[in-house]
């Protein structure tokens, strides 16, 4: 049997020295590209992605667009500007590609509000939590991506799961790289 015993006047409580806080939507940290930076970073980052690759051939596995996609989506926390921007960035890219467009755009677009989206949740300063990110991101924006050239386009496309994870990897160490530099561009709002 369960009795419930008196509070005991002798007994002591300690105070708790552990600020429990809350951060509001209101008290997220929000942040602003300039203009120039704003145009300059996305094309800068689809012409390297365009060039690079054919001189160096294992530069394949890197997709710098999904990066500064990923960045800037993250630092403006706002998910309608994650998904123009993404869309933005992916319709940019395919334009550059022999394939239909709209693969990266709908991909980067997918990607982008769920990188704005989840901005507005967690801490996304953080290198630990930027890294787990770009390999969840990349894992997403591929899944994305074959989904749409294998079913909706009926094109001939392969996936690998060790090599989309290698790949997620690689792209999420040059990811900390590329998000110092727009660290160091992004302004408070």
């Known amino acids: 049997m369960l009795r419930l015993l008196p509070p005991n006047p002798s007994r002591r409580t300690l105070p708790n020295n552990v600020a429990i806080t809350y951060t509001s939507g209101e008290q997220v940290e ?34 710098l667009p999904l990066l500064v996609t990923i960045g800037f989506s993250t630092a403006r926390r706002n998910p309608l500007a994650g998904l123009v921007t ?11 590609t022999q394939q239909p467009i709209g693969l990266y755009g709908i991909s980067k677009t997918v990607v982008g509000f769920c990188a704005s989206s989840l901005g507005i949740k967690i801490d996304v300063e953080n290198a630990g939590a930027r890294f787990l990110l770009t390999i969840l991101f990349y894992v ?23 090599h989309e994870i290698f790949s997620g990897v690689a792209n999420a160490v040059l990811g900390i790289v590329v998000y110092a530099f727009l660290d160091r561009v992004k302004q408070r709002t």
């Open 30 to 63: 929000v942040y602003r590209f300039s203009l120039p930076a704003t145009i300059l970073i996305p094309l800068i980052a689809i012409f390297l992605q365009a060039w690079l690759p054919r001189h160096f051939p294992f530069f394949t596995i890197f997709d």
């Open 86 to 96: 993404g869309g933005l960035i992916g319709i940019a890219q395919d334009a550059l």
């Open 140 to 162: 997403v924006h591929e899944i994305v991506y074959f989904f749409i050239a294998r079913v909706l386009v009926s094109m001939q496309v392969s996936w690998s799961w060790p």
